[in-house]
């Protein structure tokens, strides 16, 4: 074929693969958003002794949430006549756009990511940063006092978190070398190291990486505006912040990003410090060595752990809320400044400085007889596919010259 | 079109069909019946005082100036975490050979399996040169972190009445200075 008509002609496989992987990841989006929101009601009601969570809704309550979307669907669409319509409407697109987008990297099983990126957690972290727009938006465009000081609040206490929570998730890759978050995953998987089960690979128990797990927690957290960081609502001061002129539909697509975030940070939490998919006892590299089906069952799996890995630090989320009261703005701003940065730098600094000493000391940059975590290198997959892509293109290029 | 631009196209797509859909179904059964209060502002029930569109307070200006440098700082951080990070790891001197050339022709960039990976000596001074180069580029984040912290940008409650004498220069020790001007919270807006 003529390469000009090669290189006009369109390829509908990526296109079909990648609705395909909208499709399952969207799955993965809104499944976990309606159960967390059921949970939190559970939770709340078995922490607070509120009554009604532990009653209504049939068995377990699944009707409450299922009335509740019922109930949102009917409600009047109203939007105050001083707001900037186009702005006030935008917002929720803004702000749940951003949150599935993060969901791109997240890889749920070895391999099982939609984009699988060299550059994963950066992309991951950008696409989850981009939320606080909409929120901005959402405030100011509501023309509310409530709405602005809400949004306005937000902002400051989003960016101010957003620092040490990066600084915190550059520690694990200080240590591992690479921001593919596959590869993270297949760093710190391993096997049976003389009694040492390969749990003690994952970066949690790291010296340093252990704290910086409990520091990117808290920031996640705050990054979340979850409490007891959760000023930009504060109904107690602000009737309900941001959100007080939205109504209806509108206004819980916030509380589905909300809750989508707030797993999509427990994920990013997972693969970093507690190993992703990998289960600690060896289980899921033995399934994968089992042969026909092995790999498939293996992958199976890892998602299940991954996803309860990621379920139980959300269920953390939800206990700190119902069991924290709010701090008050001037209280949330210290804690980050004065605290969380100055300890998100050191632990930043511990780790660029602990490898480098043990190896000058002793020419190995751990401490425990372990494996290395450079024996533990991940497939190149993604190395492999750019590799052989710019090697397909100089190929194609020749052809083209000819 | 790259796999990475197809996929932000398509969850871009795919995100507004979820915020449209329902928002569509909810057209056909929801009501619209506007009333002039309905579509007031709502400011606890009472008519609405001057715009909403009003200045804020300075010291968030400040919180977003502090947070542009430091994440552009830190964007810059995560190139160099890798390849410290692998040059810390090729600088284990037990490495195995086949690890040891995975990890370098992964740092390189290079084909899979490049054939002679890096020392560990030379890896070890890569690191050094690496972390030599960040403790001067993390030096100079801190020292303005610190010359904003000297000058109070992070004190949250800042007295209104010196507040322009506090930017000028940091705020006196002794207590004593301080009484001679009332200390009260900013009144402008508490928020």
């Not at chain 1, 043990?358 to 190149?380: D, F, K, N, Q, Y």
């Not at chain 2, 490495?95 to 490049?114: D, F, H, Q, T």
């Amino acid at each position: 074929m003529h390469p000009l008509l090669a290189a006009t002609e369109f390829e509908w496989a990526p296109l079909l693969l990648g609705v395909l992987h909208v499709a399952l990841v969207g799955a993965f989006f809104g499944l976990p958003a309606g159960i967390f929101i059921w949970a939190e009601r559970k939770v709340s009601a078995r922490i607070q002794d509120r009554l009604g969570p532990t009653r209504t809704g049939g068995r377990f309550g699944w009707l409450q949430s299922a009335a509740d979307g019922a109930k949102l669907i009917q409600k009047e669409d109203l939007a105050p006549k001083a707001a900037d319509q186009f702005l006030f409407k935008l917002a929720p697109y803004i702000v749940v756009v951003a949150s599935f987008s993060a969901f791109m990297f997240l890889p749920f099983a070895d391999g099982w990511a939609a984009v699988d990126s060299d550059v994963g957690l950066f992309m991951m972290l950008a696409m989850l940063s981009l939320e606080v727009i909409g929120v901005i938006l959402a405030g100011w465009s509501s023309a509310s006092k409530w709405a602005l000081f809400g949004a306005i609040r937000e902002a400051a206490q989003m960016v101010s978190y957003e620092i040490p929570m990066a600084i915190c998730s550059l520690v694990p890759i200080v240590l591992l070398g690479t921001l593919n978050l596959n590869e993270i995953v297949q760093i710190q998987a391993g096997d049976w190291q003389g009694g040492f089960p390969p749990m003690f690979n994952w970066m949690i128990f790291h010296p340093v990486a252990g704290p910086a797990f409990i520091c990117y927690f808290v920031c996640a957290t705050a990054s979340c505006k979850r409490a007891p960081f959760d000023l930009a609502e504060a109904e107690s001061e602000l009737v309900a912040g941001f959100l007080t002129e939205y109504s209806g539909m509108r206004w819980s697509f916030f509380f589905l990003a909300e809750y989508a975030s707030m797993y999509a940070v427990s994920g990013i939490a997972a693969i970093l410090f507690l190993g992703g998919w990998d289960d600690g006892l060896g289980i899921h590299s033995w399934l994968k060595n089992l042969g026909w089906g092995g790999a498939l069952a293996a992958n199976l799996f890892g998602a299940v752990v991954l996803m309860k890995k990621a379920s139980v630090l959300v269920f953390l989320q939800i206990w700190v809320r119902w069991t924290l009261p709010r701090l008050r703005i001037d209280q949330v701003m210290t804690t980050c400044l004065k605290y969380l940065i100055p300890i998100a730098c050191t632990l930043f600094l511990a780790a660029v400085v602990y490898p480098l000493i043990l190896v000058s000391a002793t020419g190995r940059p751990m401490i425990l007889p372990l494996e290395a975590t450079g024996e533990r290198v991940g497939h190149p997959s993604a190395n492999d596919r750019i590799w052989h892509g710019a090697e397909a293109e100089t190929a194609s290029l020749s052809e083209g010259d000819e | 079109m790259s796999d990475l631009v197809l996929h932000i196209a398509l969850f871009v797509v795919a995100g507004t069909l979820i915020v449209m859909a329902p928002l569509l179904i909810g057209r056909l059964v929801r009501p619209s019946l506007p009333t002039p209060e309905k579509d007031a502002v709502y400011e606890c029930g009472e008519p609405t005082i001057g715009s909403s569109f009003i200045q804020f307070d300075l010291r968030f200006y400040t919180v977003a100036l502090l947070f542009i440098v430091f994440d552009v700082e830190v964007a810059f951080f995560f190139p160099w975490a890798t390849l410290y990070g692998g040059s810390m790891q090729l600088a284990d001197t037990q490495l195995s050979a086949e690890a040891r050339a995975e990890v370098s022709s992964k740092l390189l960039n290079a084909a899979p399996g490049y054939p002679e990976g890096i020392s560990a000596e030379s890896a070890l001074q890569l690191g050094q040169l690496a972390f030599f180069d960040i403790l001067v580029f993390f030096g100079v984040l801190l020292v303005g972190f610190a010359y904003v912290w000297k000058r109070g940008d992070l004190e949250w409650i800042r007295a209104a009445s010196n507040s322009s004498a506090a930017r000028a220069n940091p705020p006196p020790a002794s207590p004593r200075a301080n009484q001679s001007v009332a200390t009260k919270p900013d009144p402008e807006l508490v928020s």
